[in-house]
């Protein structure tokens, strides 16, 4: 391709736009149903429930530590779909690209994408192309849909949770959510810590035999592991309290958002997972979690009560217990 | 550089405090410790005879309404990048909040420093950039800084927008209430590293209130708080420091004259107290260039009253927020009708988000 | 009403500016309102300034002078 950056007739549905299609993303993502050249993939499916799910990317900056929106973008789908406890399969892509998009920018997005799926084992089946003029998007949007098949026996719904339940997150709180905001024009300061991105289709190969007893599971990105909770409090329409000594969260993380008068549990976190289980396998569950290499600093946080019904409490390092509130509006850094 | 926590200590301060059988309201007039006693849980373990009130200890809730109307007018005109703290995006003027001027196309922008504004100017010299400069003293020698940097720069596309306010004539005003029931002040432990001791020594004698400049972790509050009700115990009125390892007595004097050399004392209006005397901060003659109401001439406008509100009374510490008729129905965090659940600090959000009843 | 977090002085970078760390993370930060600041000192940071030097030294008299009222 002689052009270096993306042109409006690189979606023009012409010769342009096929070479793109070409030399860009069947190149990175080859299979046999790219190759078919269908208006649609064909699948065959197994028996079974299928699970979708849908998410659009529209991060700023496009290349962060620890990812970037391609590989966002495939692990974002790909835990929505762990979370509705299916082992994901098959995925969507689809593509707004802004006028002048380097086009080494677009390769480096599509061989991370491919690294991704290859990892989780899911196949990017389908997709879609568009380019619209400088300024009416930033870089690129993608937007992924995934199905993936849900074993026999499985059913994570909030409905399903139990008063006396135990609560487990997968690691640390706010590292995607910092590490983006670092690199935000306005905020001058430097942080070792890098996106947590990662797709997590290991938690659900690793805690089937415990399907019995895992209730739910909710991965806690925009509004942060505190929003995950209250939206379960609601759904389950029981009280939950988690212990804020139990929380992990990174002393660098929480540093930073001491100075930007932010709150780690309001960050976003895009690898990893909250996990409602039975208090009598919940030991097991976070031992199995620890064998995982992004689990390691896996914890019980808290349990299910049957009062304050729909609230989260948080008992603080004092012993006393305050509600923990649902993110209002933007979570901004703050002076005052 | 955190306090070590020694868990037996702070129980014995929590014993102390637990201890107390008068009726005692004490007042902390800084939004970070309203935001603190709340997250920490202080406020929850407190005896109901002691009761903790919340004055105007937010400089983005005192914000007068017409102010910011003033901003968002200087921020639609064409070509202005206006810089501002987060805390300022959702507080409501008369009609509108500087995100939903975003949202209909003006440059407004987030900053953690004042200094991210003058990198913005200095990067971009077609802009013209307003830092909007709010704050009590603390952040008024930060921004007086870089005014002084600009000049020294000939920074000609930088200007602040001072909505700048100072914490001790406000305090005048809430003790010279008779009507105020308050008995014992916990005083702003951040805006104290720059003024020191001094101005709280006046108000122990004039008003026969105890003063203790505290800090922000669970520790210096309980310490804080147990220094007052020994003042109390005994029947004294002293100006202390608990927050010795940052605030001195005498306070910052190069921040205290980088004030002097920048700014003057104005009367200023206030969200909910009203115009207070010398309670603002405008520009000395020298640094008139870089005073962005005077560049672009910006007009006065009026603060419309709020019906119902009693932030007022809440921010003299009369009534606690939930005694407000508004308080939850209709004014939340999310659509907030007065200064105090404007803000993330302000007493009635603090209130709102942690159900303290 | 203002936030402030400790920082130590990794370096001074000249007399306007010094890079700190903020447990772990890095940022440059004025000392124009600290003239007297070392490289090692501790700073409180306010909005990107240093308003003050820590004193470490006077972090636990408070609690020594208390405990000891505690105990008398």
Same mark, same amino acid.
């Given at each position: ?50 699970a ?23 692990c974002?789908?790909i835990n929505d779909l762990v979370a509705c406890g299916a082992r994901p ?30 990892l989780a084992g ?26 993936g098949l849900i074993p026999a026996g499985i059913d994570y719904r909030?409905?399903q949770i139990r008063?006396g339940d135990h609560i487990i997150v997968t690691g640390t709180m706010?590292d ?20 947590d991105?990662a797709p997590l289709y290991a938690i659900g190969r690793k805690l089937a035999p415990y399907k019995a007893d895992i209730r739910c599971m909710r991965d806690p990105?925009?509004?942060?592991l505190?929003?995950v909770?209250?939206?379960i ?9 988690v212990r804020?000594?139990d929380i992990p ?20 976190n895009e690898g990893k997972m909250v996990i409602f289980t039975a208090p009598e396998k919940s030991a097991a569950v976070l031992e199995t979690l620890h064998s995982i290499a992004e689990c390691q600093a896996a914890a019980i946080i808290g349990e299910l ?32 | ?357 | ?22 447990? *772990?993370?890095?940022? /440059? =930060?004025?000392?124009?309102? !600290?003239? @007297? ?10 909005? *990107?300034?240093?308003? /003050? =030097?820590?004193?470490?030294? !006077?972090? @636990? ?12």
């Open positions: 391709m002689k052009a270096e950056r993306i042109l409006m007739a690189h979606g023009s549905g012409g010769l342009m736009s096929q070479q793109l299609i070409d030399e860009i993303f069947k190149a990175a993502w080859s299979n046999e149903y790219l190759e078919s050249m269908l208006d649609g993939a064909l699948l065959d499916l197994p028996a079974g429930r299928i979708m799910s849908t998410d659009s990317f529209v991060i700023t900056p496009i290349f962060f530590p620890g990812g970037d929106i391609g590989k966002l973008s495939i974002g789908t399969l098959y995925l969507s892509v689809a593509m707004i690209i802004e006028e002048g998009l380097p086009l080494a920018d677009l390769r480096r997005i599509a061989a991370s994408m491919a690294q991704t799926a290859a899911v196949k990017l089946v389908t997709g879609d192309t568009k380019v619209v003029e400088k300024g009416s998007a930033d870089g690129i949007f993608i937007n992924t849909t995934g199905i909030p409905q008063e706010g995607h959510g910092l590490s983006i905001l670092a690199q935000r024009e306005g905020l001058r300061f430097s942080t070792p810590v890098s996106s991105c990105t925009r509004g942060g505190a929003t909770l209250n939206e409090a609601v759904q389950s329409n029981l009280g939950i309290i804020d000594k969260v990174s002393p660098v993380v929480r540093g930073a958002c001491d100075m930007l008068g932010m709150d780690p549990l309001y960050m976003a009560r049957a009062q304050p019904a729909g609230l989260v409490l948080i008992t603080t390092e004092l012993g006393a217990e305050r509600i923990l509130a649902t993110l209002e509006g933007e979570h901004v850094p703050r002076i005052c | 550089m955190n306090l070590n926590n020694d868990n037996k200590y702070v129980s014995s301060l929590l014993q102390d405090i637990q201890s107390e059988s008068r009726d005692i309201a004490l007042m902390e007039v800084c939004g970070t410790h309203t935001m603190a006693i709340a997250k920490s849980g202080i406020r929850n373990l407190m005896p109901g005879n002691l009761k903790l009130l919340s004055g105007p200890g937010c400089p983005v809730c005192v914000t007068a309404q017409g102010d910011i109307d003033a901003v968002i007018d200087l921020a639609e005109r064409p070509g202005i990048t206006l810089v501002t703290f987060g805390d300022m995006m959702r507080v409501p003027g008369n009609n509108s909040s500087l995100q939903e001027a975003r949202s209909r196309g003006a440059d407004v922008r987030v900053a953690y420093s004042p200094l991210d504004a003058l990198a913005i100017a200095r990067q971009n010299r077609r802009l013209e950039v307003v830092f909007l400069g709010i704050g009590f003293e603390t952040t008024a020698p930060v921004v007086a800084v870089t005014v002084e940097q600009a000049r020294r720069e000939g920074l000609k596309n930088f200007s602040v927008f001072s909505l700048h306010k100072a914490v001790p004539p406000a305090l005048e005003v809430i003790f010279a209430d008779p009507a105020i029931k308050v008995d014992g002040l916990i005083c702003p432990g951040h805006v104290s590293i720059v003024i020191g001791l001094k101005p709280y020594l006046s108000l122990a004698v004039k008003y026969h209130q105890p003063c203790v400049v505290t800090g922000f972790e669970t520790r210096d509050i309980l310490e804080g708080i147990v220094m007052l009700l020994q003042q109390i115990r005994k029947g004294e009125a002293q100006a202390q420091i608990q927050y010795k390892r940052v605030v001195k007595p005498e306070g910052n004097r190069v921040a205290q004259e980088t004030i002097k050399r920048v700014f003057r004392p104005v009367g200023a209006r206030w969200r909910g107290l009203g115009f207070i005397e010398n309670s603002g901060l405008e520009f000395n003659r020298e640094y008139e260039d870089w005073d962005a109401r005077r560049k672009f001439d910006i007009p006065e406008y009026e603060d419309i009253p709020i019906k119902g509100c009693a932030c007022g009374q809440v921010l003299r510490g009369r009534i606690t927020p939930p005694a407000c008729p508004l308080f939850g129905q209709p004014c939340t965090p999310l659509n907030p009708v007065g200064p105090c659940m404007v803000s993330h600090e302000g007493a009635c959000a603090a209130y709102y988000r942690y159900r303290i009843t | 009403m203002c936030l402030g977090v400790p920082a130590q002085i990794l370096k001074i970078l000249d007399e306007q500016m010094a890079r700190v760390d903020v447990d *772990g993370n890095q940022v /440059d =930060i004025s000392i124009q309102l !600290v003239p @007297d600041v070392k490289t090692g000192d501790y700073v409180l940071v306010h909005a *990107g300034f240093a308003m /003050d =030097i820590i004193d470490a030294g !006077v972090a @636990d008299e408070t609690m020594k002078l208390l405990k000891e009222l505690q105990s008398s």
